[in-house]
């Protein structure tokens, strides 16, 4: 089987060069993205190299984080990312210059050219932006 390169993290047994018995250690991380390669597919394990030394691991783990895995999924449909929504802000007219607001969900952010920040409960928008008396 040709290199394979793993879409996911997995942990697998280092096994023994000669025997390709599995060594009594603990299972071994190997990292998404690494490159793998003399594969061999058994009943329900898969033997491999990683980084020149003997590993297995079950099928399905195996076949879970191979790119091979991929085609045997549904193939998403593709979605067109929706454009971030942007503030519309609008120059209020009052004695502070560079006052601005502009529709948030709940009510009004309002904004001033210096920095100032806050926010105007209005969930119905019915503000027209003049002082209210």
């Not at 991380?29 to 190299?49: C, H, Q, W």
Request: glycine fraction near 6%; include cysteine; charged fraction near 25%.
């Amino acid at each position: 089987m040709p290199r394979q390169t793993l879409n996911k993290s997995i942990n697998a047994k280092k096994l023994h060069t000669r025997t390709m018995n599995a060594l009594p250690e603990q299972e071994t991380y190997i990292p998404f993205g690494a490159v793998i390669d003399n594969v061999k597919l058994e009943r329900d394990r898969v033997t491999f190299s990683y980084l020149s030394e003997p590993y297995g691991c079950p099928r399905d783990v195996y076949q879970s984080a191979t790119s091979g895995a991929k085609e045997e999924q549904p193939a998403a449909t593709h979605r067109a990312e929706p454009e971030p929504a942007k503030l519309q802000f609008e120059e209020l007219s009052s004695t502070v210059e560079g006052l601005l607001r502009a529709k948030v969900p709940g009510g009004w952010l309002i904004a001033t050219e210096q920095g100032g920040v806050t926010f105007y409960p209005d969930a119905a928008h019915s503000w027209d932006g003049e002082s209210s008396e």
